[in-house]
């Protein structure tokens, strides 16, 4: 890595400034500390599409070939990260996965890597270093009690293995049990004691935060 790597962090939340924004802005303050230059992109301020299969970058002897070629807002931002040191994914988890926006991201900015070759290779330019946050209103318990702990885990790791596929090493980390409303007696959400929800921001984030701090400053060495 140079002597200022450049860290950027993705956040697939709708929030700005919420769970899954205040972990990301924990890693780059992480990086930060150790002279790093970030940058945080928020993916809901973007006007972009899921990939559209026109195959421009599969095209032999095409000019978008291994880049994707569609022309919006996206563009930028998979240009940026091509000059990246590593790169954070943020995201809460929806029904079981990433927000649609996320995925429609990592559509965009994976598939073009991917090469039809045999064997098949990673057309990025490099090796970087990456990693996930998933944010998630349920705890462990309630994975388990739900019969969909070894579900969910199965989607950070396909994550994980595709991300380790095109960019090289990879990581993720779990915030569970966070706060989704600041005021739950407005809410209609009797399955959640408002008071244990408190007490897990009060005691849990502070930890999860540290480790996203801790994150950052694991990215920024090569």
Request: glycine fraction near 8%; proline fraction near 4%; aromatic fraction near 12%.
């Amino acid at each position: 890595m140079p002597d200022r790597s450049k860290i950027i962090a993705i956040n697939g939340s709708p929030r700005r400034m919420w769970n899954t924004a205040t972990l990301l802005e924990k890693v780059l303050e992480g990086a930060l500390s150790k002279g790093a230059a970030t940058k945080l992109i928020h993916l809901y301020d973007l006007d972009y599409k899921g990939c559209i299969s026109c195959f421009a970058c599969k095209t032999r002897g095409g000019e978008s070939y291994g880049r994707c070629a569609v022309k919006d807002d996206l563009r930028a931002v998979l240009g940026e990260i091509e000059k990246a040191d590593a790169v954070v994914l943020g995201s809460p988890i929806y029904f079981g996965a990433v927000t649609g926006q996320m995925r429609c991201f990592m559509e965009r900015w994976m598939y073009p890597y991917l090469s039809y070759t045999d064997p098949q290779k990673s057309l990025f330019p490099g090796r970087i270093r990456t990693a996930f946050i998933y944010t998630m209103g349920v705890n462990e318990d309630g994975l388990v009690k739900r019969g969909m702990r070894d579900f969910y885990y199965g989607h950070f790791e396909v994550n994980k293995g595709v991300l380790t596929r095109m960019f090289g090493n990879s990581t993720y980390m779990l915030a569970m049990d966070t706060l989704q409303f600041e005021d739950y007696s407005k809410m209609v959400a009797d399955i959640f004691d408002p008071a244990a929800k408190a007490r897990s921001r009060k005691e849990q984030f502070p930890v999860d935060c540290e480790k996203a701090f801790q994150l950052g400053v694991e990215l920024t060495r090569s």
